[in-house]
């Protein structure tokens, strides 16, 4: 089974467009559960509440994922 370098290089930009886009979502997780704020700006207890809601969003993206990997088995 061969591979034309078309397909290595399709393969390599799909790797590289999902890191991006998981990182763009990670960060926009962030970005909302800080309210716009900087960590600066922020008191103790907002940054602990910022963590808090950031691990929450992380959490249900990653269920959204198994989902979805779970939708695609049985269709």
């Known amino acids: 089974m061969t591979m034309n370098v078309n397909q290595i290089i399709n393969m390599i930009i799909r790797q590289l467009t999902r890191r991006l886009v998981n990182k763009g979502v990670d960060a926009g997780i962030d970005l909302a559960s800080r309210r716009g704020k900087s ?21 249900m993206t990653k269920r959204a994922k198994q989902a979805r990997r779970l939708t695609r088995k049985f269709f």
Do not use: F
């Not at 960590?39 to 910022?50: F, I, N, S, V």
């Open 39 to 59: 960590k600066d700006e922020m008191t103790d207890e907002e940054r602990a509440q910022a963590r808090s809601q950031a691990r929450q969003g992380k959490d």
